[in-house]
Structure formats: C-alpha cells, structure tokens
C-alpha cells in the first residue's frame, strides 16, 4: 500500500564506506549530509572535510542511511491500512509512538 501523505521516496543521507580484506579488519569511514545547512562531510579518523553527494557513495559502501522525502509511514504503509480498516495494528501491546514494544527486565537471581 501507498500512503499518499508519505509516499516511498527516500533521500540520501549517510554513507559508511569499508576499506580493506575483511569486515574485521580494514578501515571504516563515512559520509554524512548535514540536517542543518545541507552540506556533506566525509568523516576519516580525526579528519573532517566538506566533499559533495555525488562523491559519498563509493564501491566501498557498506551502509546507505536513508530517509523518508514527506511524512512518515510504519511497516511500509501497513499501520495506516490497519487502522483504516479498524485493526490495532499493536495487537494490545503497549508500545511508544514509534511502534516499539517495551521490554521488560526479568528480576537477576541472587
């Protein structure tokens, strides 16, 4: 399902790219667009520098953090669609307003 007040765009905002044989070993650095002014910075070690979108995904991405262009929709639209259709999509659990279920601690035995 599409929601129309948050439809399935999405806008780059974050790279971490890997450098190196194995996920154990190597180098990690990232690129990250500032919310604030709109800019992107490359992250290595100590060192920050300006760079530009175009240049933040390389063949070494490892991650690409994405988010939603308008709105905001839960499980890909399936909320809205349940609670048009009159279902709790929690199921009764108690959750917080980002659909997550809180856990509770079991007691540590003495």
Do not use: C
Request: hydrophobic residues 30%; without cysteine.
């Amino acid at each position: 399902p599409i929601d129309e007040d948050a439809p399935p765009v999405y806008n780059l905002f974050g790279v971490s790219e890997h450098v190196g044989p194995t996920a154990n070993s190597g180098h990690y650095t990232a690129t990250v667009r500032n919310s604030k002014d709109g800019r992107w910075y490359r992250y290595n070690d100590a060192h920050v520098g300006e760079t530009t979108g175009d240049a933040a995904v390389t063949g070494g991405a490892y991650l690409l953090f994405y988010q939603r262009a308008k709105g905001s929709a839960r499980w890909a639209g399936m909320e809205k669609v349940m609670n048009d259709r009159s279902i709790d999509p929690y199921g009764g659990l108690e959750t917080d307003q980002d659909g997550f279920t809180a856990v509770k601690t079991k007691k540590k035995k003495k």
